[in-house]
């Protein structure tokens, strides 16, 4: 029981961040990267997203549309991440295609047909506060109580 | 296959904590030096030219200003003039005053970008922060300007697609001075600090003869003392009204590459200083069509020479075309003539960094 609000109490404020780009314009990449300036400053939420490693990560962000390499990728990539994990995919290109999902495409969208995602920013690109919004937002809701509820499934 | 002895090959990527966009870099090394490199590429390719061929021209202007979501303004603005050389549609004085302005304004966001993560390759977080917090200023006048961050799409066809109000140049006037001392500040944090000199200078020298052989373009070629790669030479709106002079470096380390962005960042915001206060009255828009035709029209991104080849047919529509844009070039030079020759394995990151590369923009 002490076991499980410690976990709690630990999970709700230090999350590592990982990030993926799967075939973007680099537009989302560069909201992402954005929202680690000191204007928006996402650390001081307690989210580290220096050094993207996915072993040790928490949030995988995940922004553009999937391309050829990254079909089976993807998901090599979504098991190395440790449990309890959370995926936010940044983009219109990353929930839907985008503009890219047109005739003559090399485009595989959308992410979730791939790997399980529990948000979805859309914008072409999206402003770094609705990244960071949706990181805050839904994070938190998958971490708590987390051995509880695979526990009861 | 090389017949160099080589101890171990290092692959760097595709992912990984140091690359912005993935790419998988070989090293062959001996110790803890850098023999030779290999880059092999092929996890962005998402096949826009073949989505923009067929399409109407002005469906396409959107598709082409997402090749790249750094340099976004430029793609936008190279495809269009070269529109409208096939076309022979000229835009208006002010309109061509109006894409100076917000050309620049993305010049200096991007030159900002490409050094915090060059910062970030030699791990001095402190300055790229600093620089991070001052792009997000020329962020704003852009979003202020044009009503979005990243994706404008500023050019149409013989002109901008809306006018800059009066009070709006005053803002940007306003905010490039509070900017400038910022960023000078920042620029000699980095020229004197000895440390930071210590993992910059010397390091990745890439000599003139060799960044003419590749060629390699941009800011890398300017560092290496080749000033005549920059394409704004060349175009009419800067030679024949701002009378533009290129800027260049002669050492062709890392310093120069990062110190020669600075140096083009202040020179832009003369040259939008320049075109604020020469700003023509008068239309904003040309009209004319869309002509049957070919062409080729290069322009200068913030990485460096940026070409488009483009066909199109009587309806407006785009039958064929090409991008070559500069970070093919600078890819090449960076693998064969900086990387190999490194001095250790964390200085090849930084190398890596700091040509700046963009490759969503190279694989199209
Ligand atoms: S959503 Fe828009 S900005 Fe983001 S990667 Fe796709 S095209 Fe680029």
């Known amino acids: 029981m002490i076991f499980d609000k410690l976990k709690n109490f630990v999970r709700r404020k230090s999350f590592h961040v990982t990030y993926a780009d799967a075939g973007s314009c680099n537009g989302c990449s560069i909201e992402v990267l954005a929202t680690i300036c000191p204007r928006y400053d996402i650390e001081q939420y307690g989210i580290f997203v220096h050094h993207p490693n996915p072993r040790e990560a928490d949030i995988l962000i995940i922004t553009g549309c999937v391309t050829e390499q990254w079909k ?5 990539l979504y098991d190395k991440i440790p449990e309890p994990k ?30 399980p995602v529990a948000a979805e920013v859309p914008g072409c690109p999206p402003r770094p506060s609705e990244i960071l919004d949706a990181i805050l937002g839904v994070a938190p809701i998958v971490f708590k109580d987390y051995d509880k509820k695979e526990a009861n499934k | 296959m090389i017949e160099k002895n080589v101890d171990v090959s290092i692959p760097i ?28 590429l092929g996890y962005m390719h998402r096949g826009i030219e073949r989505i923009l061929k067929g399409k109407p021209w002005n469906k396409a202007v959107y598709l082409a200003e997402r ?20 076309s022979d549609v000229e835009p208006t004085p002010r309109a061509k005053y109006l894409r100076v302005i917000v050309n620049e304004l993305d010049r200096i966001q991007s030159h900002l970008i490409a050094n915090v993560s060059y910062f970030l390759g030699i791990e001095h977080e402190t300055l790229a922060m600093y620089t991070l917090d001052v792009r997000e200023n020329s962020m704003d006048l852009l979003e202020m300007v044009s009503g979005n961050r990243v994706h404008m799409s500023w050019n149409v066809l013989g002109g901008v697609r809306w006018d800059i109000e009066d009070h709006h140049l005053k803002t940007i006037l306003e905010m490039l001075d ?6 000078r500040r920042y620029m000699g944090m980095f020229e004197h600090g000895p440390l930071l000199q210590l993992r910059s200078r010397g390091i990745g020298v890439l000599s003139y003869e060799d960044a003419v052989k590749v060629p390699a373009v941009g800011p890398v070629a300017r560092g290496s003392g080749h000033p005549e790669s920059d394409w704004r030479l060349r175009h009419p709106t800067y030679r024949d009204i701002f009378d533009f002079k290129a800027i260049s470096r002669k050492e062709g380390d890392n310093t120069a590459r990062v110190l020669v962005r600075f140096d083009e960042i202040f020179q832009s915001m003369n040259l939008i200083r320049d075109a604020i206060d020469n700003l023509p009255k008068g239309n904003i828009q040309n009209k004319g069509r869309v002509k049957a035709g070919e062409g080729f029209h290069s322009g200068e991104a913030p990485r460096g020479e940026l070409k488009y080849f483009v066909k199109t047919d009587s309806a407006g529509k785009i039958d064929d075309i090409t991008i070559r844009t500069p970070t093919r070039l600078n890819l090449e030079t960076c693998a064969r003539y900086m990387l ?15 040509i700046d590369p963009c490759i969503a923009c190279t694989e199209g």
């Open chain 1, 86 to 115: 959370v995926v936010v995919a940044v983009g219109s290109c990353a929930c839907s295609g985008g503009i890219f999902d047109q005739e003559g495409k090399r485009v595989y969208p959308p992410i979730k047909n791939f790997i």
């Open chain 2, 67 to 86: 090749v790249c979501g750094i340099c976004s303004n430029i793609h936008c603005m190279t495809f269009i003039e070269t529109l409208e050389k096939i």
């Open chain 2, 13 to 40: 990527g595709p992912l990984h904590p140091a690359l912005k966009e993935p790419l998988r870099i070989k090293l062959h090394t001996v110790g803890e030096r850098v023999v030779d490199a290999e880059v092999e």
């Open chain 1, 72 to 76: 089976t990728k993807l998901k090599e």
């Open chain 2, 178 to 183: 509070r900017m400038e001392p910022r960023i």
């Open chain 2, 340 to 354: 190999a020759g490194s001095p250790s394995i964390a200085d090849a990151v930084a190398i890596y960094a700091s």
